[in-house]
Nanobody, 121 residues
Framework: QVQLVESGGGLVQPGGSLRLSCAASGSIFSIRAMGWYRQAPGNQRELVASITSGGSTTYADSVKGRFTISRDNAKNTVYLQMNSLKPEETAVYYC???????????????WGQGTQVTVSS
């Protein structure tokens, strides 16, 4: 069993900041990549940022320069620091991880339950 547990969402004013955390637990041999996606009502889920075990990062163009993804491999935890938030970034933010549970298994994609981020005055 593998679980991804997110925390850190909430209500923030436009221009404000939030830091999301996501911890993976359970039977884990390795995690190749972790990332954050978001989904607003009526929209498709979209990639916000991702990071590999080696530290390579990818960002959506809309968040470059404002969001920072980081990772603590020893804790199987990924973070998303979000600055200068905009109302249109209100969405449910989901943690994602590509995990190999045992050395002899293939990698599987896992999702957290989601955390609500609301940007509003």
């Amino acid at each position: 069993q593998v679980q991804l547990v997110e925390s850190g969402g909430g209500l923030v004013q436009p221009g404000g900041s939030l830091r999301l955390s996501c911890a993976a637990s359970g039977s884990i041999f390795s995690i190749r990549a972790m990332g954050w996606y978001r989904q607003a009502p009526g929209n498709q889920r979209e990639l916000v940022a991702s990071i590999t075990s080696g530290g390579s990062t990818t960002y959506a163009d809309s968040v470059k320069g404002r969001f920072t993804i980081s990772r603590d491999n020893a804790k199987n935890t990924v973070y998303l620091q979000m600055n200068s938030l905009k109302p249109e970034e209100t969405a449910v933010y989901y943690c994602n991880a590509l995990i190999r549970r045992y050395y002899y298994t293939v990698e599987d994609n896992y999702w957290g339950q989601g955390t609500q981020v609301t940007v509003s005055s």
